[in-house]
């Protein structure tokens, strides 16, 4: 009998180990898997945002214009809204030069810019143009 319950005991004590191995790499397995959903679901959110954002859906900003003549001149002020690069804003119209920029690279509220006019009644427009997209965001007579 003493050689029965010595060898159970054995039998016993060797299976506590592998069920603690076993335990830990169902352990280690199921970890991966979830890190690896995670993962891939973080790369294809980030691929599909890269994807949503081309160059052509581009939006017009909002933002507002203070157009009023000075004497011969029209001084046009950023008066509010979204600020905007200054490389897609133009001025256009019955001016004496052909197009008048804002200086700078960026132009925020309170930038302005003179141009000198052509006669009475002249109409001045701004407008925004990227490669693709173009929008008159405001325009008067003065």
Same mark, same amino acid.
């Given at each position: ?15 506590? %180990?592998?069920?603690? !191995?076993? /335990? /830990? *790499? ?16 973080? *790369?294809?959110?980030?691929?599909? #945002?890269?994807? =949503? +954002?081309? %160059?052509?859906? @581009?939006?017009? %900003? ?15 002020t ?10 897609? +804003?133009?001025?256009?119209g ?5 197009k008048?920029?804002?200086?700078? #690279?960026?132009?925020?509220?309170? =930038?302005?810019?003179t141009?000198? /006019? ?5 109409? !001045? ?9 173009? @929008?008159?965001?405001? @325009?008067? !007579? !003065?």
């Amino acid at each position: 009998m003493t050689g029965r319950n010595s060898k159970s005991k054995s039998t016993a004590r060797a299976a506590s %180990p592998i069920i603690g !191995v076993v /335990l /830990l *790499v169902g352990l280690t397995i199921i970890l991966s898997a979830v890190v690896a959903v995670y993962a891939l679901e973080a *790369v294809q959110d980030h691929q599909s #945002q890269a994807e =949503d +954002l081309q %160059p052509w859906d @581009e939006e017009a %900003p909002d933002t507002s214009f203070d157009i009023e003549r000075i004497g011969g001149d029209v001084l046009v002020t950023h008066a509010g809204g979204e600020s905007i690069n200054a490389r897609t +804003l133009e001025i256009h119209g019955d001016l004496t030069n052909t197009k008048a920029q804002f200086d700078g #690279q960026t132009i925020t509220d309170g =930038d302005s810019v003179t141009a000198g /006019l052509r006669g009475e009644n002249a109409t !001045v427009r701004i407008e925004w143009a990227t490669s693709y997209n173009e @929008e008159t965001l405001a @325009e008067a !007579v !003065v």
